[in-house]
C-alpha cells in the first residue's frame, strides 16, 4: 500500500534562512510525487511535482524539491525563507501501477520567524 | 479562469442529521475528487469521478456517505445519518484528466461540525 511520511509536525525557521520540509514515501512502482500548500481557511494550492526526468524540481513561489529514489524522499527546499511561507504543507504520492490515487502525507506545518 | 467552487463553507449539525455539500470543478475538469480532511491529518480520498462515472470509491463509507455527478460537471457528496467523527473538512478537487501525473485544483473546502 502507498504511504506519506512527514516526520516533523513543525519547522521553525528564521527569515532569511534556507527551510527543509522532509517527505518520505512508499509506493510500488515509480512515483509521482507532489508538494500542496495550505493557508488558513483555504485549500490547498500546488506547489510542484515530480513525475520524471531532472530530480531537482522547480515550482512556484521559490520552492524546489529534489526526487532521491534510492532513500524514497522527496523533500522541499527554498533558499531563503519568507515570513509569508508560514503555512501547512502537504506531501503526497500517486503509484505508476494502475489502480494506485493519490495519498496526502499528515503534513508539517512551518513557521518563518521574522 | 474560475477556481474550484464549493458550498456551503461551513455547516453545523446535529449527529444523525443529513447535509450535502456541493462541488463545481473547473470549467472543463473531466476528473472530479471529494477528500476528507479531518483535524491534524492531511487530506483522504474519498471519490473520485471521471466525468459521471466513478472511478475510485474505496474509501467511501457507503453506509452513509453518497456521491453523484449526473451531468459531469458539478458534483453533491452526502452524509445520512451524520456522526461525531465526520467533523471534518471536505474538499473538492478538480484535473483535466484522472491520470497520475494530472496537478489537482482544490477549492476552499466546507467545514462540517457535528455536534
Known amino acids: 500500500a502507498q504511504s506519506v511520511a512527514q516526520p516533523e509536525d513543525q519547522v521553525n525557521v528564521a527569515e532569511g534562512n534556507p527551510l527543509t520540509v522532509k517527505c518520505t514515501y512508499s509506493?510500488?512502482?515509480?512515483?509521482?510525487l507532489f508538494w500542496y500548500v495550505q493557508y488558513p481557511n483555504r485549500g490547498l494550492q500546488f506547489l510542484l511535482k515530480y513525475i520524471t526526468g531532472d530530480n531537482l524540481v522547480k515550482g512556484s513561489y521559490g520552492f524546489e524539491a529534489e526526487f532521491n529514489k534510492s532513500q524514497t524522499s522527496f523533500h522541499l527546499k527554498k533558499p531563503s525563507a519568507l515570513v509569508s511561507d508560514s503555512a501547512l504543507y502537504f506531501c503526497?504520492?500517486?503509484?505508476?501501477?494502475?489502480?494506485?490515487?493519490?495519498?496526502f502525507g499528515p503534513g508539517t506545518r512551518l513557521s518563518v520567524l521574522p | 479562469e474560475a477556481g474550484v467552487a464549493q458550498s456551503p463553507r461551513y455547516k453545523i449539525i446535529e449527529k444523525r442529521q443529513s447535509v450535502a455539500f456541493w462541488c463545481n470543478p473547473i470549467?472543463?475538469?473531466?476528473?472530479l475528487y471529494w477528500y476528507q480532511q479531518i483535524l491534524g491529518q492531511g487530506p483522504k480520498l474519498l471519490i473520485q469521478?471521471?466525468?459521471?462515472?466513478?472511478?475510485?470509491d474505496s474509501q467511501l463509507p457507503k453506509d452513509r456517505f453518497s456521491a453523484e455527478r449526473l451531468k459531469g460537471v458539478d458534483s453533491t457528496l452526502k452524509i445520512q445519518p451524520a456522526k461525531l467523527e465526520d467533523s471534518a473538512v471536505y474538499l473538492c478537487a478538480s484535473s483535466l484528466e484522472g491520470g497520475g501525473t494530472v496537478t489537482q485544483y482544490f477549492g476552499p473546502g466546507t467545514r462540517l461540525l457535528v455536534l
Open positions: 469521478f471521471q466525468n459521471n462515472g466513478v472511478v475510485d
Open positions: 503526497a504520492v500517486r503509484g505508476y501501477n494502475y489502480g494506485q490515487n493519490f495519498v
Open positions: 509506493v510500488s512502482g515509480n512515483p509521482y
Open positions: 470549467s472543463g475538469h473531466a476528473t
